[in-house]
């Protein structure tokens, strides 16, 4: 599974615009589309772990179901 195919279903679940993960993760709303659309790999896990905190999903097996 890629992680851009799961976080923009986690993402809309809360309700939550690119700009309010902006705002929680201080990721570019630009990056965190082009994550969610798979044209940018993630190199970083910490990326990844701030935008599950900004949408409190802190059991990975919210993400990886």
Do not use: W
């Not at 044209?39 to 097996?61: E, P």
Request: proline content about 3%; overall charge positive; charged content about 35%.
């Amino acid at each position: 599974m890629i992680i851009g195919e799961r976080l923009p279903a986690l993402r809309e679940e809360k309700k939550f615009s690119h700009g309010e993960v902006e705002k929680r993760t201080g990721l570019l709303r630009c990056y965190i589309s082009r994550v969610e659309n798979g044209l940018v790999r993630v190199q970083v896990l910490d990326t990844i772990g701030d935008y599950l905190y900004s949408l409190r999903a802190r059991d990975k097996r919210t993400v990886f179901p």
